[in-house]
């Protein structure tokens, strides 16, 4: 891996910073240290962050001014089980009270739709509109400890509705409408929502999406369903059907000047429910905290990404991945949201950096595939953009590769913060990610996170220091997830993440801690690949593969074969290009010169399609199911499970 340093923060960055203004604040705080902590030590501060959970926690509650109506009786209780530690007891907030504490005329939201339509909406107005549908909720008889869904493209009034969903301590919940309906059912029909709020149609690559006919069957199949509400975001002919309302409707009576009334829930109570991604079975109802997710959201955009006033945030996301939840929380910084809701190729490939020159965004948000499809694609922004007020580009999803660092710091711009950042639904947060007080290394993660004890243990269960091994966590964090949604005695809970240790949390990723205190993620510890005996992350192989123009993507598993593994490559290919001899054995000579001859593929197939979650991301378990002949628990996780076809019965892997 290389210790190239591709940026280095300027002075008055240093100087300015939340992260600095933070670690001043920490000192002077009475008690809390004997000794002065120095923001150029990050390494000191995180050991405080871990070693001083509480004191650091409640530093972070000060600092980020949140808004909470009950002290604490006590900080922090970590005499147990991870899953039993409890903080702030006692204390009682609510989330919507911390997002929408600005006010003024200044814009809150930004929303630009795939046709270039844009409208904002202020911190005055956005507090207006969250009033009405807050009256209406109620007159719905929603209240704490209910939930509401959103089957919701990213746009304001998915804002608006979780907002006062959360104002009277209900719980959110969201899918994005390119779900098919049983993909909908198995997560809303678990949770049992009181009202659902839909949109009639939405857009993507140019196309408009019917989704009342998915609306009708979804409320048909989910009897919990009270209210169905429409949003109707494009024009179309289809008719409301009689069992939903639209919103004007549904709103009329309400007084958009009223109060705002804000519920007093406690640290623990349910906020969001997120969804594992399905694939292996009906997806799990993960139940996030409120407090948790506040502190830890706050602690990220600030203290990690120096998000502020003044700032905007824009993060290409769907309302089914965890990142819609996180980007929101930027409301509560003070900081304007950039949405957007389409295709980032439509019209081509340039849409999202057109974005950032039009809508002046500081914080770029998107995933590491989006960043090789641009590259791929030949766009050079640099070339073509001003860029001038883009601050920090955020990167998740997939690990982002060295050459994608490159690539950004080439063609992208050269005087941008690089954070790759790594964590997930589970968490609805990161355990390492950005700094913008650190430089950034190709194809390193800046840093662990503040408060997040992470350590990468070896099969000894021994912490480790430049060696791959698996990523965990070996103290309490407050977004932990509060419980599994129906999952008594915490079953379900303690499987999905302590089965392997015992009391240490393990992410099931494949990581290494640098020298320089950064993080590389290698991919899934559940799917690294073993040939005779050698452990191998799949990320080691994409690199190698996705760096040749010829391919387009790639997916890679690993094939029982005359009792070892054997490691199989499908690749897409670039227009244009075939797979033959000549081909296959470049791919081969590539990944042996760069990594050793176990991560050589036995088998090169090419295939026309990867099947992917609807969030994105390649499904390399469901294709060794397949191609082991094994039945894809639930297909409905997927984006395009007609893909899975491809991967059956191919007389290659019979060979």
Not at 41 to 53: G, N, P, V
Not at 187 to 202: C, D, E, H, M, T
Not at 303 to 315: I, Q
Not at 371 to 399: M, Q, R, Y
Request: net charge negative.
């Amino acid at each position: 891996m290389s210790n190239r340093v591709l940026w280095e923060p300027s002075g008055q960055l240093l100087s300015n910073s939340q992260l600095s203004l933070f670690t001043e604040f920490l000192t002077e705080q009475q008690g809390v240290t004997k000794k002065s902590l120095d923001v150029a030590d990050y390494a000191a501060l995180h050991e405080f962050s871990i070693t001083h959970r509480a004191e650091f926690w409640r530093a972070v509650i000060d600092f980020c001014g949140v808004i909470y109506h009950q002290e604490a009786d006590v900080d922090l209780i970590d005499e147990g089980h991870m899953i039993e530690a409890q903080w702030f007891k006692g204390m009682t907030l609510n989330f919507a009270e911390n997002l929408l504490r600005h006010e003024g005329d200044d814009a809150a939201i930004v929303f630009e739709s795939e046709s270039q339509n844009v409208r904002s909406l202020s911190f005055n107005e956005l507090r207006s509109q969250v009033a009405q549908v807050q009256q209406q909720l109620q007159v719905c008889g929603v209240g704490v400890g209910d939930r509401v869904a959103g089957f919701m493209p990213n746009i304001p009034e998915t804002i608006v509705c979780m907002l006062a969903t959360t104002s009277l301590g209900a719980v959110w919940s969201s899918t994005s409408p390119d779900f098919g309906i049983n993909g909908v059912v198995d997560r809303f029909g678990q949770i049992k929502p009181k009202v659902l709020f839909s949109v009639n149609a939405y857009e993507y690559n140019g196309k408009t999406h019917d989704c009342l006919t998915k609306v009708e069957q979804i409320v048909n199949q989910i009897h919990s369903i009270e209210h169905t509400v429409i949003i109707e975001f494009m024009a179309q002919a289809v008719p409301i059907p009689q069992s939903c309302i639209s919103l004007p409707l549904w709103l009329e009576g309400t007084d958009p000047n009223s109060q705002l009334t804000f519920a007093p829930v406690p640290f623990d109570h349910p906020l969001y429910i997120l969804y594992s991604s399905g694939t292996t079975g009906k997806p799990k109802c993960i139940v996030h905290r409120t407090g948790g997710i506040l502190l830890q959201h706050l602690k990220e955009l600030m203290l990690h990404g120096n998000v502020a006033e003044g700032k905007r945030l824009f993060y290409f996301t769907t309302c089914g991945w965890m990142m819609w939840n996180w980007m929101a929380s930027t409301l509560a910084t003070g900081a304007s949201l950039v949405l957007f809701d389409g295709s980032p190729f439509y019209p081509d490939g340039n849409r999202l950096f057109d974005l950032v020159d039009r809508h002046n965004i500081t914080h770029f948000g998107t995933s590491a595939k989006w960043i090789s499809a641009v590259e791929k694609a030949g766009i050079k922004p640099k070339e073509s953009h001003n860029l001038a007020s883009l601050e920090t580009i955020f990167s998740t999803g997939s690990p982002l590769m060295p050459e994608r660092f490159e690539f950004v710091y080439r063609d992208v711009k050269a005087d941008v913060c690089l954070s790759s950042i790594s964590g997930g639904t589970d968490i609805c947060s990161c355990f390492a990610l950005g700094n913008s007080h650190l430089p950034v290394y190709s194809g390193q993660l800046q840093c662990l996170g503040l408060g997040m004890a992470v350590k990468i243990l070896d099969e000894n269960q021994q912490a480790v220091i430049a060696e791959p091994g698996e990523l965990a966590c070996d103290k309490a964090f407050p977004s932990m997830p509060v419980y599994f949604w129906k999952d008594h005695n915490h079953d379900k809970y303690k499987s999905a993440y302590f089965d392997k240790y015992d009391n240490i949390w393990c992410h099931s990723d494949r990581a290494e801690i640098t020298p320089q205190g950064g993080m590389i993620i290698y991919g899934r510890s559940d799917t690294t690949l073993n040939p005779g005996g050698v452990r191998i992350g799949t990320a080691e192989i994409y690199r190698q593969v996705e760096a040749l123009p010829e391919i387009l993507e790639s997916i890679v598993v690993g094939q029982e074969w005359q009792n070892d593994t054997r490691v199989i490559l499908f690749v897409v290919m670039q227009s244009g290009y075939e797979l033959d001899e000549n081909l296959r054995q470049q791919i081969k000579t590539t990944i042996r010169q760069n990594t050793t001859p176990r991560h050589v593929p036995a088998k090169i197939i090419a295939v026309t399609e990867i099947p992917k979650t609807i969030s994105g991301k390649i499904v390399e378990i469901a294709v060794r199911d397949v191609i082991h002949g094994k039945a894809v628990a639930n297909t409905d996780a997927l984006a395009n499970p007609e893909a899975l076809k491809l991967y059956k019965n191919l007389a290659e892997l019979q060979q």
